[in-house]
């Protein structure tokens, strides 16, 4: 019996950490009016989760655990996205440095991503979705009429990231970022379960040298294009 929830639109954004895809996702749901999905930040609510329980990185059964009684609230207010675990604010917490790092590790856990699938596909609901993540377009919403994946090279990324960081008043080394960077791509492209790569029929925008309202803008209209009657 066909899911109704899959006559919902759905545009997927994938790619590599500091290509921009939250923001461009975040512009473009709060665009269409439609609902957003920000999966990285549920593997960064488990590796959050696993930082303040005390868990390993290496225990696999537990972090499965922390994944399916995952306790987590996302709230649009004012224009922004709120996250809370636990009845605690996250929203800053969660984009840490260590969580990050911490994340990319836990998302390569085949039954974490197993755990969250389902919690991810129940956040296809009218008038439409947009996910961003490493794997929404390839494994979480394969049927998307629209799928991107958002990149950039490793450089404009980190330098990205040190913006970020400084704004937020931490201590960063430029060149440091730049090797994590690089890192976690290999860590991401390379892992076993569900790799970081463009689904084939995504496509590929290369937004170095774009700013974040150019992107939003092609995005748009191929949106226009692949769910005319939305």
Do not use: C
């Amino acid at each position: 019996m066909k899911n109704p929830a899959d006559a919902i639109p759905v545009i997927t954004i994938d790619g590599p950490v500091g290509s921009g895809k939250g923001t461009i996702a975040a512009r473009l749901a709060e665009r269409l009016g439609w609902h957003l999905l920000d999966s990285g930040a549920l593997y960064r609510l488990v590796a959050l989760s696993a930082m303040d329980g005390g868990v390993a990185a290496e225990d696999e059964a537990a972090l499965e655990r922390l994944a399916a009684e995952l306790d987590a609230v996302f709230r649009f207010e004012q224009g922004a996205l709120r996250i809370f675990l636990q009845g605690r604010e996250v929203t800053g917490a969660i984009r840490e440095e260590a969580v990050s790092t911490l994340a990319s590790r836990v998302a390569s856990v085949g039954a974490v991503r197993d755990a969250l699938e389902k919690r991810q596909r129940a956040f296809r609901q009218a008038p439409g979705l947009v996910a961003d993540g490493r794997d929404m377009g390839t494994v979480i919403f394969p049927d998307a009429k629209l799928k991107i994946f958002l990149t950039a090279n490793v450089q404009a990324r980190a330098e990205r990231r040190y913006k970020q960081l400084k704004e937020k008043g931490e201590s960063v080394n430029l060149s440091r970022l730049f090797g994590d960077l690089e890192a976690r791509d290999r860590r991401d492209t390379q892992r076993d379960v569900a790799p970081l790569k463009p689904a084939p029929d995504a496509v590929t925008i290369d937004s170095t040298a774009m700013s974040i309202e150019e992107v939003v803008h092609a995005v748009v209209k191929l949106a226009e294009e692949r769910y005319p009657s939305s």
